[in-house]
């Protein structure tokens, strides 16, 4: 159980396109779900939280308008890279909490790997 | 805000023997911490969790101890496999109050060689 997948896994796009990524909880329901970047060699990074239903959270240098996050449902999150760049490249990974479980761990999803050309 | 630092970027092991990461960190005390493996190219794969009022737990051959007053935690994989190798990461809730869902603060890891 607690299984959270991403697609896409992987996608390659030319400067200045929009990238949208989906986060997906397929056997739970969660109302709160993260999203991570992580560059090559680093730890992973918390960009956003983002809760069903009310706007996303943004961490200290995450410009919202850039990273747009949509939380539509129990088990959706949508993270668009709007106007890419090469500098936004990264493992992009979200995470998930199980709404009904009492506890403070964290499913994560696969991953997606973006290049930006 | 939390800094966290894993002991080093590589650890080899040989099989068989226990293998012991450390994770420190220096500000607020956090409400827990997590361990995470995490293989190339994929996310991270919750191991176990242990809160600030618990000291040890333990999970089959993984063993995770939690020392509030020296800000560390230590990871053991006791009986080591090659299957182990992996880079183990350890992570604290960012802001510390342990109010339910929480983002996560995360150390670069530590990468594990286990050699046969």
């Known amino acids: 159980g607690a299984v959270v997948s991403q697609h896409p896994s992987w996608v390659i796009c030319k400067s200045g396109t929009s990238v949208k990524i989906e986060c997906r909880s397929l056997?739970?329901?969660?109302?709160?779900m993260f999203w991570y970047r992580q560059f090559p060699k680093q730890s992973l990074m918390l960009m956003a939280t983002?809760?069903?239903?009310?706007?996303?959270?943004?961490e200290q240098g995450v410009e919202k308008d850039k990273f747009l996050i949509n939380h539509a449902s129990l088990t959706l999150s949508t993270l668009t890279v709007t106007s890419a760049h090469p500098e936004d490249s990264s493992f992009y990974i979200c995470s998930a909490v199980p709404r009904d479980y009492y506890t403070d761990t964290q499913y994560f999803g696969p991953g997606t790997r973006l290049t930006v050309l | 805000s939390q800094k966290i630092e894993q002991n080093s970027e590589a650890l080899n092991i040989q099989e068989g023997k226990t293998a012991t990461l450390t994770c420190n960190y220096t500000n607020y005390s956090p409400a827990y911490l997590q361990w995470y493996r995490q293989d190339p190219g994929r996310g991270p794969v919750f191991l176990l969790l242990i809160r600030e009022n618990e000291k040890e737990k333990r999970k089959e051959r993984l063993k995770v101890t939690f020392d509030t007053t020296l800000k560390q935690s230590l990871f053991h994989i006791t009986a080591s496999q090659p299957a182990d190798s992996a880079t183990y990461l350890c992570a604290l809730d960012v802001r510390g109050s342990g109010g339910g869902a929480d983002g996560l603060t995360f150390g670069k890891g530590t990468h594990l060689i286990i050699q046969p």
């Open positions: 056997d739970f329901q969660a109302t709160t």
């Open positions: 983002s809760n069903e239903g009310s706007k996303a959270t943004y």
